[in-house]
Antibody, heavy 121, light 110 residues
Framework: EVQLLESGGGLVQPGGSLRLSCAASAFTFSTYAMNWVRQAPGKGLEWVSSISGSGGSTYYAASVKGRFTISRDKSKNKLYLQMNSLRAEDTAVYFC??????????????WGQGTLVTVSS | QSVLTQPPSVSAAPGQKVTISCSGSSSNIGNNYVSWYQHLPGTAPKLLIYENNKRPSGIPDRFSGSKSGTSATLGITGLQTGDEADYYCGTWDSSLSAGVFGGGTKLTVL
């Protein structure tokens, strides 16, 4: 069964950095795009970033562009999100999700349980 | 302000039917497939509907999806108390080159 396990969340001061990881198993990791999606306290789901299966294409929400970097390591079956210049409004549970895309289709068929990032002094 | 617009809440009695709307534009729903997700607090979101109206294995046929133009609808029949959750529509926005979600709809089964 497909499993996605996030790690790396925690408490960080404003302006600080954090790197999230997502360990994937039970599917051909390099074949699928992957997403990071977050949910701030009391808010809805927000798409954060996407990376293609090859890692050659990356996309970012305007709210994180220039501060966050998505990457993947196919040898380790891992997805990453490097978060720099963190702000209080980045406080959220961060989910990684496996993406099925192509020919107008774009959906997330498997999700991790999430990791909490708290940005506070 | 979400790119896709959903009602904040809907409610209905057990056994009844409810629909949740999702409105977008030509750059997202109008030219791409829509998916729907169920989210209970503290858990992983679950895919309910993909490509407008298809159900993944294990999702009961009480859940259905449709799309017309730049709007989509999720339907749930035979409501159960276990259906109480937040529901989100999602798709890709070709102009933004970004994934987009609706703001979410909280379903209450009275």
């Amino acid at each position: 069964e497909v499993q996605l396990l996030e790690s790396g969340g925690g408490l960080v001061q404003p302006g600080g950095s954090l790197r999230l990881s997502c360990a994937a198993s039970a599917f051909t990791f390099s074949t699928y795009a992957m997403n990071w999606v977050r949910q701030a306290p009391g808010k809805g789901l927000e798409w954060v970033s996407s990376i293609s299966g090859s890692g050659g294409s990356t996309y970012y929400a305007a709210s994180v562009k220039g501060r966050f970097t998505i990457s993947r390591d196919k040898s380790k079956n891992k997805l990453y999100l490097q978060m720099n210049s963190l702000r209080a409004e980045d406080t959220a549970v961060y989910f990684c999700a496996k993406v099925v895309d192509g020919s107008g289709s774009y959906y997330m068929d498997y999700w991790g349980q999430g990791t909490l990032v708290t940005v506070s002094s | 302000q979400s790119v896709l617009t959903q009602p904040p809440s809907v409610s209905a009695a057990p056994g009844q039917k409810v629909t949740i709307s999702c409105s977008g534009s030509s750059s997202n729903i109008g030219n791409n497939y829509v998916s729907w997700y169920q989210h209970l607090p503290g858990t992983a979101p679950k895919l309910l509907i993909y490509e407008n109206n298809k159900r993944p294995s294990g999702i009961p046929d009480r859940f259905s999806g449709s799309k017309s133009g730049t709007s989509a609808t999720l339907g749930i029949t035979g409501l159960q108390t276990g259906d109480e959750a937040d529901y989100y529509c999602g798709t890709w926005d070709s102009s933004l080159s970004a994934g987009v979600f609706g703001g979410g709809t909280k379903l209450t089964v009275l």
